[in-house]
């Protein structure tokens, strides 16, 4: 139902496939511009689903909120939308390449898991050594080394405890 005044909030969120609180979220960041008010009611023009298709678009691409922001409003007037996107893109890129990179390491891992035989984790050298716990990479798929430390504590300890049980026997 589409009054002459403009469209209802409602409206606007059925249309687009948002919740209506996503649309007050995005005016109150500033990603979208203040609708007009007729009895304290917000009204929309056609034109709010041309700026929702780029948030849209932009978040397909990863662009976070705030960069998406400055999108929109942190550049000159008079600089283009194709120039705006290719700064932006550029930036964005190299996250893009971290992102993949950590991907292929988690597929990585998951083959050699689903290929692995061993009957206990902890013998399973391929996954250990991609972890970094038998002299593989210091760093985990996450980059951190954190869970290196960890694993090769634990696998001291397990050891430890196997040779203690062996000779108690």
């Known amino acids: 139902m589409v009054s002459t005044r403009g469209l209802t909030i409602g409206e606007v969120a059925r249309r687009a496939a948002l919740r209506p609180s996503a649309i007050r979220y995005y005016e109150a960041t500033g990603l979208l511009p203040e609708p007009v008010r007729v009895s304290g009611w917000r009204r929309y023009s056609e034109t709010v689903f041309t700026r929702l298709t780029?948030?849209?678009l932009a978040q397909q691409a990863g662009f976070s909120l705030e960069e998406i922001r400055t999108l929109l409003h942190g550049f000159s007037p008079g600089v283009r939308p194709s120039v705006r996107w290719a700064e932006l893109a550029r930036k964005k890129l190299p996250d893009v390449e971290a992102l993949i990179a950590r991907g292929q390491a988690m597929k990585q891992l998951l083959i050699q898991g689903i290929e692995?035989?061993?009957?206990?984790?902890?013998?399973?050298?391929?996954?250990?050594?991609q972890a970094g716990v038998m002299g593989?990479?210091?760093?985990s798929a996450?980059?951190?080394s954190r869970f290196s430390a960890q694993a090769n504590k634990a696998m001291q300890t397990d050891g430890a405890s196997r040779r203690r049980s062996s000779a108690d026997r």
């Open 54 to 56: 780029i948030i849209d």
């Open 116 to 129: 692995c035989g061993c009957p206990r984790i902890q013998d399973c050298s391929p996954i250990l050594r």
């Open 136 to 139: 593989g990479p210091q760093k």
């Open 142 to 144: 996450r980059g951190s």
